[in-house]
């Protein structure tokens, strides 16, 4: 698969970034759909394409799990050349709790504070992150999807000063959930 995306200026950091993201995903599997995992930050990185033409928060996006669900740490990152502010950007839309900071409630909170921090790009990107997330959990697990959209709701609170088209959309996404009940 091909990521699709072409860039005037950069295309060849957002090469690399899709790169890097798909070796380090390997051969993990989208969980309900089990297609390759590199389709979802593929998918991400389409999306923050869609509002901006940053390169580096294009690169993010497709790095934005890679600190989350691989073995990459932070400062690799940093070293093998996406430099600190790409870094930084995967670093704000990365969730912070573990499973030793408590239940679901407690550790959801702690990310919720972390993302509340996150710049304009790394907010941007969490709402492309959630927009692409929402589609699979509402096809195919109505379950989870309750509890999901409730901390949806609660994060669309501080993403705010991410792209407002995005904010819209997972907005838009949110309400019309919460009508169809």
């Given at each position: 698969?091909?990521h699709?995306?072409k860039?005037t200026?950069?295309q060849?950091?957002i090469?690399?970034a899709?790169?890097?993201?798909k ?10 759909t089990?297609?390759p995992y590199?389709n979802?930050?593929v ?10 033409d940053d ?6 996006a ?5 600190l ?5 740490e932070?400062e ?8 600190r502010?790409?870094?930084d950007?995967?670093?704000?839309v990365t ?11 407690i550790?959801k ?6 993302l509340a921090?996150?710049?304009?790009l790394g907010q941007?990107?969490k709402?492309a ?9 509402m096809?195919?697990?109505q379950?989870?999807?309750?509890l999901?959209?409730k901390e ?8 705010k ?6 904010y ?7 309400e019309?959930?919460?009508n169809d009940r």
């Amino acid at each position: 698969m091909s990521h699709g995306i072409k860039h005037t200026r950069s295309q060849s950091l957002i090469d690399y970034a899709y790169r890097f993201a798909k070796t380090r995903h390997g051969d993990q599997k989208r969980k309900y759909t089990h297609e390759p995992y590199i389709n979802h930050p593929v998918a991400v990185a389409r999306i923050v394409a869609s509002v901006t033409d940053d390169c580096e928060a294009i690169s993010a996006a497709f790095l934005h799990d890679v600190l989350e669900d691989t073995e990459t740490e932070y400062e690799e990152l940093c070293r093998c050349g996406f430099g600190r502010n790409i870094a930084d950007l995967v670093m704000e839309v990365t969730d912070v709790s573990r499973p030793e900071d408590g239940n679901r409630t407690i550790r959801k909170a702690l990310d919720l504070e972390h993302l509340a921090k996150a710049s304009s790009l790394g907010q941007t990107i969490k709402l492309a992150d959630l927009i692409h997330n929402t589609e699979s959990i509402m096809a195919y697990d109505q379950g989870f999807a309750r509890l999901y959209m409730k901390e949806k709701k609660a994060l669309l609170e501080v993403l705010k000063g991410g792209d407002p088209t995005l904010y819209a959309q997972a907005a838009q996404i949110v309400e019309e959930y919460y009508n169809d009940r």
